[in-house]
């Protein structure tokens, strides 16, 4: 995964993309250049809420942050960064709310890799399915076909310092 770049693992980002429409936003429905494999990875609720725990928004935020070098060294020693990007729909086009993506370094990619990892599944053709069926316009089969995500029930408990 991090082969050919001269560092390990541990000095790049691995990230976890909690919804399925933002992933094929990002990867082209599996159609980018170096992204034509879309993986699913499935982690434990307990690793999810370890990165959640040990997290630092991604940007500085005035108001969330006492001052712009307090969060620059947060951000250096969080092993979890929390980026809020725009949640999308069928077409890919941003919605009014965001997701938010978790950025993971050192420890955490380590325990993302060794402890919270439960199932690693191909879903490609799922996503070219989709994809043509949105191409064709059949949005309702489309919808049908998505896997179902609910809102994660901690949201309301999110620490402040983690929220957009």
Known sequence: MCAGD???????????????????YRCGWG??????????????????????RHACLSSYVRGVH????????????????IQWDPERDLRLQALPYRSPQLGL???A?????????????????????IHTLVGNGDLDSAARLLPQELPYPAAD??????RP
């Open 66 to 81: 006492p001052d712009r070098a307090t969060w620059q060294r947060q951000l250096k020693h969080a092993p979890t960064r």
């Open 6 to 24: 001269g560092k390990g693992c541990e000095h790049r980002l691995t990230w976890i993309k909690p919804s399925f429409l933002w992933m094929m």
């Open 105 to 107: 370094a050192g420890e």
């Open 157 to 162: 408990e999110l620490p402040a310092h983690l």
């Open 31 to 52: 159609a980018k250049a170096g992204q034509e494999t879309v993986l699913a990875v499935e982690i434990t609720r307990d690793g999810f809420e370890w990165a959640l």
């Open 109 to 129: 990619v380590r325990r993302y890799a060794d402890e919270w990892t439960v199932t690693i599944s191909d879903v490609t053709p799922l996503a070219r399915e």
